[in-house]
């Protein structure tokens, strides 16, 4: 279409979210089974184009509230999105708060981090169970229990 698109996030092998002008989300979802052999596309109900460059001006107002957040040195290091790597510094984490509204998440990157570094098992809170699903297409033996909330 012309019209911009980004890869917001890395799911999993296969597995991506793409955030852009509705014309080239249209595009995509038209090409994708015949030309990349996907099995389903699915147009997710979004309030925004997170994790791109479309929201670039939202970036200074939450840098601006982190500012003058405090956050305290985690007693777990805090694995991040934008670089899959665990991090303690709260400077650090602040930055790479701001810095995920534009990134894509690497979620892929970061459960072969966590599987690589100790993982024993994973809790997923919340409706339905969409991270164990992709854990579990990352690696059949890691166990993840739901918890609904």
């Known amino acids: 279409s012309g019209e911009k698109i980004q890869i917001a996030n890395y799911l999993c092998n296969g597995n991506y979210a793409v955030s852009g ?10 090409i994708a089974k015949p030309e990349y052999k996907a099995r389903m596309t699915v147009k997710l109900a979004v309030a925004g184009a997170f994790h791109t460059d479309f929201m670039a001006p939202a ?3 939450l840098e ?4 003058g957040v405090e956050i305290k040195k985690p007693r777990i290091p805090v694995i991040s999105n934008v670089d899959a790597k665990p ?4 400077e650090t984490i602040k930055k790479l708060l701001a810095t995920q509204v534009t990134s894509p998440v690497l979620w892929e990157n970061t459960m072969e981090s966590i599987l690589s570094n100790g993982f024993e098992r994973a809790v997923e809170l919340g409706p339905g169970k969409v991270t164990a699903g992709i854990l579990k297409r990352t690696d059949r033996s890691a166990e993840c229990t739901n918890v609904e909330v």
């Open 64 to 67: 601006e509230v982190l500012a």
């Open 21 to 30: 002008s509705s014309k080239a989300c249209d595009v995509v979802a038209e």
């Open 87 to 90: 991090h303690s510094d709260p």
């Open 59 to 61: 970036v200074s107002a």
